[in-house]
């Protein structure tokens, strides 16, 4: 055996991610997002504006394969207007594995959270508005470009590698280590006094 294996598999660890889509249009996505299998709490928003003369009433959310057409697939989530956030028939894999938010008349924005990042997350996304004007019509419907989530096994897989590229590896797995799940997460202390009555606000600095 002349040749050094070096095999990482860090599971819970994010490479990169970018929570915010940014293009000037009206509904845009989350740039695309690469994740690590077992990447926990990720955000797939769709951001919308709501000027004064309409409304948004409905956000879909859709996904495919990177091989198939938005047109030929049906939305795997919806956001309607004062209802609670739900996944259709397209979206029942994901049942259990993702937190929906509620929009309101108020909202810009309308967020997926995938729990804990599967393979079969790595698709494509879109999401698409409907917006009503005062009057109650309906307006066209706006979509936003398309992201990507990427899945990867691991950081880092190590073949012969270099003493830089290791410390790389090991650079990114802790800086997002205290966002892992049951991981501390350090909330900054009140700054004010610590009365008695003030102990137990000052426990939950570590939750
Ligand atoms: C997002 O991913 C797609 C597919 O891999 C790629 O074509 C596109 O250039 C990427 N966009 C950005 C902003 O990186
Ligand atoms: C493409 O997506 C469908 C669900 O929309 C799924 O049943 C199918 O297995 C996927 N195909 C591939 C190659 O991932
Ligand atoms: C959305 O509303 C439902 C029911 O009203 C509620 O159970 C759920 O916790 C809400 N979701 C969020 C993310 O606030
Ligand atoms: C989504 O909107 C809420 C307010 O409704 C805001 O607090 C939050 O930061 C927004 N999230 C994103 C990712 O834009
Ligand atoms: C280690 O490998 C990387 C990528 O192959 C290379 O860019 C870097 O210069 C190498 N560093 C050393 C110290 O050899």
């Not at 070096?6 to 000037?24: D, E, M, Q, R």
């Not at 003369?53 to 394969?65: D, G």
């Not at 966002?179 to 606000?201: M, S």
């Amino acid at each position: 055996m002349h040749l050094t294996y070096l095999y990482f598999h860090i599971y819970t660890l994010l490479l990169i991610h970018k929570p915010f889509g940014s293009l000037a249009a009206k509904v845009s996505i989350s740039q695309n997002i690469t994740g690590l299998i077992g990447n926990i709490d990720i955000p797939l928003t769709c951001s919308f504006t709501n000027d004064a003369n309409e409304k948004t009433t409905k956000v879909e959310l859709f996904a495919k394969n990177k091989t198939d057409d938005f047109d030929d697939v049906r939305p795997i989530a919806i956001f309607e207007l004062d209802k609670p956030g739900r996944l259709i028939t397209s979206g029942n894999y994901l049942k259990g594995r993702v937190t929906l938010t509620n929009i309101t008349s108020t909202s810009t924005n309308a967020t997926l959270t995938f729990h804990v990042l599967k393979c079969e997350d790595e698709r494509d996304y879109m999401c698409q508005c409907e917006y009503n004007d005062n009057d109650g019509a309906s307006l066209p419907k706006e979509k936003s470009p398309p992201t990507r989530i990427s899945v990867q096994e691991s950081c880092i897989k190590i073949q012969r590698s270099n003493v830089s590229e290791v410390e790389e590896c090991i650079a990114v797995t802790l800086k997002h280590a205290p966002a892992q799940k049951n991981g501390p997460r350090y909330k900054k202390r009140p700054e004010t006094n610590t009365r008695p009555a003030d102990q137990r606000a000052e426990n939950q600095n570590l939750e």
